[in-house]
């Protein structure tokens, strides 16, 4: 009896979070949502396949940019998203930078992609690069990967990222380490300041908006809604050491939260 009882809490909670997420104010159910949401789920990993074809053809890191960046915007206005930017006229054109966001949602990325206005690359597992097509398309768009096993393979890969990302690679790091189960900002890792001490360029506090009312973690189909990037003043990183990775990671946490503040 305890356990039906329990079994039927849970399954009314879950009903209860299904009908406010499709149903309107009116209480009337949404079909165009819920279409939308199923509509992107099967779509994304569809169209992501094919740009992966498409840079394997194309075979050229600068040639293949634009693609992802499509894919976001084609991503965003298939779900109904509408994006603002802020914050660009801080930036010195050519210059490479670490773009550190918070993260709410995977929808960041496609937000990141379509919209930030840089050129820049991914950090990514190792492990994705083996996997047929997709790794190879990593490949050649030019991303980074980083090998997250401990020992000399782990400092070896960060070094080599290090080097890509001084010779000039932009890259963008969410600093939390995961996604925000509630959409507030997490603790900022120093470990992942490592990066941008060694490699010595300025790094850049991200702000995304909105996300997370569009597609929390735990959930599969996206809403409609409105995000806003906030860029905020790039913050040299000459003056830090690697023993002061948890003062910058501090600061910029701190730059973040204003960014989402303001």
Same mark, same amino acid.
């Given at each position: 009896? @305890? #356990?039906?009882?329990?079994?039927?809490?849970?399954? !009314?909670?879950?009903?209860?979070?299904?009908?406010?997420?499709?149903?309107?104010?009116?209480?009337?159910?949404?079909?165009?949502?819920?279409?939308?949401?199923?509509?992107? +789920?099967?779509?994304?990993?569809?169209?992501?396949?094919?740009?992966?074809?498409?840079?394997?053809?194309?075979?050229?890191?600068?040639?293949?940019?634009?693609?992802?960046?499509? +894919?976001?915007?084609?991503?965003?206005? @298939?779900?109904?998203?509408?994006?603002?930017?802020?914050?660009?006229?801080?930036?010195?054109?050519?210059?490479?930078?670490?773009?550190?966001?918070?993260? =709410?949602?995977?929808?960041?990325?496609?937000?990141?992609?379509?919209?930030?206005?840089?050129?820049?690359?991914? @950090?990514?597992?190792?492990?994705?690069?083996?996997?047929?097509?997709?790794?190879?398309?990593?490949?050649?768009?030019?991303?980074?990967?980083?090998?997250?096993?401990?020992?000399?393979?782990? @400092?070896?890969?960060?070094? !080599?990222?290090?080097?890509?990302?001084?010779?000039?690679?932009?890259?963008?790091?969410?600093?939390?380490?995961?996604?925000?189960?509630?959409?507030?900002?997490? =603790?900022?890792?120093?470990?992942?300041?490592?990066?941008?001490?060694?490699?010595?360029?300025? /790094? /850049?506090? /991200?702000?995304?908006?909105?996300?997370?009312?569009?597609?929390?973690?735990?959930?599969?189909?996206?809403?409609?809604?409105?995000? &806003?990037?906030?860029?905020?003043?790039?913050?040299?990183?000459?003056?830090?050491?690697?023993?002061?990775?948890? &003062?910058?990671?501090? #600061?910029?946490?701190?730059? /973040?939260?204003?960014?989402?503040?303001?």
């Amino acid at each position: 009896m @305890l #356990r039906y009882q329990a079994f039927r809490k849970t399954t !009314e909670k879950k009903q209860a979070q299904f009908s406010t997420r499709y149903h309107n104010h009116t209480g009337e159910f949404n079909v165009l949502t819920f279409l939308r949401g199923v509509l992107v +789920l099967l779509l994304a990993p569809v169209l992501t396949g094919l740009v992966s074809i498409v840079a394997i053809i194309r075979r050229s890191a600068a040639d293949v940019q634009f693609l992802p960046r499509s +894919l976001g915007r084609i991503i965003a206005r @298939l779900s109904g998203v509408s994006v603002s930017m802020s914050g660009a006229d801080l930036l010195e054109q050519g210059r490479p930078y670490i773009f550190a966001a918070n993260h =709410q949602s995977q929808f960041d990325i496609f937000v990141l992609q379509g919209y930030l206005g840089c050129d820049f690359r991914w @950090l990514a597992k190792l492990e994705l690069f083996k996997i047929p097509v997709f790794g190879k398309a990593m490949q050649l768009a030019g991303y980074i990967p980083v090998d997250r096993a401990h020992g000399r393979k782990a @400092l070896k890969s960060l070094d !080599e990222a290090a080097r890509r990302i001084a010779d000039g690679t932009s890259v963008i790091i969410f600093p939390e380490g995961t996604r925000s189960p509630d959409g507030k900002l997490g =603790q900022f890792k120093a470990g992942t300041m490592v990066l941008a001490i060694k490699a010595g360029v300025p /790094v /850049v506090p /991200v702000a995304i908006i909105g996300t997370h009312r569009i597609l929390p973690k735990g959930r599969l189909l996206v809403r409609p809604g409105r995000v &806003e990037i906030r860029v905020g003043a790039p913050i040299a990183t000459s003056e830090y050491t690697v023993k002061q990775k948890q &003062e910058l990671a501090e #600061r910029l946490q701190g730059q /973040v939260a204003e960014l989402l503040g303001g």
